[in-house]
């Protein structure tokens, strides 16, 4: 596998995180860094692998320490669980939470109130 392939793989899954993620960063390392929680432990640990293996093939001895079949199956699992994301579906989801997170607190202020009403004898 050569340094190219490698670079191949990480400009990738960096553009797949940018497009289903809508975050950006200039290298693969630095867009799983700012993705954080949204993506899970297994994946930023596979992100992580896949831009350090673009680091040590930049390097004649080090890249004897990079194991291609791991990266290819690194590039792969990533690839798969960053197309199976759909960016309509997030948005509506965090749209539906947030209206969620409201609609309870209204109604609990209005409970607060009524019963405050009812405490005081006006109800």
Do not use: C, N
């Amino acid at each position: 596998m050569t340094g190219a392939r490698i670079d191949t793989y990480a400009e990738e899954v960096r553009l797949l995180i940018e497009e289903r993620l809508r975050i950006k960063g200039k290298t693969l390392e630095r867009a799983v860094a700012r993705a954080g929680r949204l993506l899970p432990k297994w994946a930023r640990r596979e992100g992580r692998y896949v831009a350090q293996a673009t680091h040590l093939m930049g390097h004649p001895k080090l890249r004897l320490m990079v194991d291609e079949a791991k990266v290819r199956r690194a590039h792969q699992t990533l690839v798969d669980h960053l197309r199976a994301i759909d960016p309509a579906e997030r948005r509506k989801d965090r749209l539906l939470s947030i209206l969620g997170s409201v609609s309870f607190s209204l109604i609990m202020i209005a409970g607060g109130v009524l019963a405050y009403l009812v405490w005081r004898g006006y109800v």
